[in-house]
């Protein structure tokens, strides 16, 4: 609600101040007597052209755009056509980068179990930064891999360091604690290339532009960012913005193993790359060391953020950075354990996908989620809203179309790639 606030807040009143919508977030600051949102702006700019779009369709409609209506209506074509669509894309750019370590089939189900059994999904249904957080270093890794070379040697391409260095900046300007993982990248391509280290490091320059923009316009200072004056969450003075450098191993359980936010519990496919980190240690030792030292430091910082559970969430949202260092890996284990991997990520649709679908924001106080929340919420029939209620289905019925259209798409693309394999 917070970058929803301030999209309706530009396109209807020409001000980033959401004093007329501030109520329905608690995700904001008060500066000069005016309310704004506390967030990094990336995913608001992300976002601004499919809302822009709705915002004059509905005016067309002669619909008021924050009335009941016309939000619910903005609020679902936006994240479509913004985080939805750049997940859709990063899909892609991850399927192709897949392809060339691993089996086309093993690419395939390495995709469904990301996109649709990790928090990739969760937060690619909810105008949440984590999600285009994941999928801009997805691409970057890509763009990397095209350019210096990942796990082999790459082409030297000067445009995709700069498409790399594009999507690295975008992500820190969506979420600030992304700068680690774009660190790490930018320390890997300079150890494999200096020269394209520098083409790399003029990419950011146009995106990162948007904090200082946006911290000028809150408060009229450049260096002052919006998360130094929260007061809903006094946790963010501690240490820095939360992060007082106290690991926890407790909270690292929770954040890995836990059925409350643990990142292998709901998202099981992804213990395959401990034999993924075996190969790439034969294969790569630059990479390896990228993609296991990455999400290990993004562990130890958020096992000591004040808000390491991420409130009302599934899965450990604050870890999304970190995802595309092991959906690689994982892949390659995928590929040396097929049978495993189809299992894992099966299981792994059921466990995220069933519980974005039915409630993504799952409450703060219950650990137990499956067998306390998701179960009871499956028995008694009480499910998200979606297209099916909409048609009239109600309770647990109304998710039949979307699963259809999905197990129909899964299993038409799994033929096409059948055809390809066979063709090649």
């Known amino acids: 609600a917070s970058r929803l606030d301030v999209l309706h807040a530009v396109f209807s009143e020409g001000t980033i101040a959401i004093d007329s919508f501030h109520e329905n977030t608690g995700d904001k600051i008060e500066w000069n007597g005016h309310f704004y ?59 192709q980068l897949l392809r060339k370590y691993t089996s086309s089939r093993t690419a395939l189900v390495s995709i469904f179990a990301v996109y649709l059994g990790t928090l990739i999904y969760t937060y690619g249904v909810m ?26 040697a790459g082409k030297l391409s000067k ?38 280290a520098a083409y790399l490091l003029c990419g950011p320059a146009l995106p990162l532009l948007l904090i200082p923009l946006n911290n000028w316009l809150i408060s009229g200072s450049v260096l002052s960012i919006p998360y130094e004056y929260v007061t809903e969450f006094p946790g963010m ?43 790439l240690w ?26 390491w559970h991420g409130g009302w969430a599934l899965g450990p949202r604050h870890l999304a950075a970190a995802l595309p260092f092991l959906c690689i890996p994982a ?4 590929q040396r354990y097929k049978k495993t991997g189809v299992g894992l990520a099966a299981l ?14 799952a409450p703060e106080g219950k650990t137990k989620l499956v067998t306390d929340f998701y179960i009871p919420m499956v028995q008694s029939g009480e499910v998200r809203e979606s297209l099916g209620s ?5 309770n647990i019925l109304s998710l039949l179309p979307l699963l259809i259209v999905g197990a129909v798409l899964m299993r038409l693309t799994w033929k096409a790639i059948d055809t390809r394999t066979e063709a090649s």
């Open 37 to 95: 949102s506390e967030k990094a702006p990336g995913v608001a700019v992300i976002a601004a052209p499919a809302f822009a779009t709705i915002y004059a369709v509905l005016g067309t409609l002669s619909i008021d755009s924050s009335s009941e209506l016309g939000w619910k209506i903005s609020e679902w074509f936006t994240t479509v056509f913004s985080v939805g669509l750049l997940a859709a894309l990063s899909a892609l750019f991850l399927f």
């Open 127 to 152: 105008l949440f930064s984590h999600t285009a957080t994941a999928s801009l270093l997805i691409i970057a890794l890509w763009a990397i891999d095209n350019g210096v070379g990942l796990l082999s």
């Open 159 to 196: 445009r995709h360091s700069l498409l790399a260095g594009g999507c690295l900046g975008l992500a820190i300007a969506c979420e600030y604690t992304s700068a680690l993982s774009a660190g790490a990248l930018v320390l890997f391509v300079l150890y494999k290339n200096r020269k394209h």
């Open 237 to 279: 003075k501690k240490g820095l913005f939360g992060i007082d450098l106290a690991p926890n191993i407790s909270v690292m359980w929770q954040l890995l193993g836990s059925q409350y936010r643990g990142l292998f519990f709901w998202s099981p496919f992804l213990l395959l790359c401990i034999p993924g980190f075996v190969f």
């Open 282 to 307: 034969k294969k790569s030792t630059s990479a390896f060391w990228l993609m296991f030292i990455t999400p290990v430091v993004s562990l130890v910082l958020i096992s000591s953020y004040s808000y």
């Open 331 to 334: 892949a390659l284990g995928c």
């Open 348 to 361: 792994s649709i059921l466990l995220t996908g069933l519980g974005t679908v039915l409630q993504p924001l």
């Open 390 to 394: 909409l048609l009239g289905l109600q």
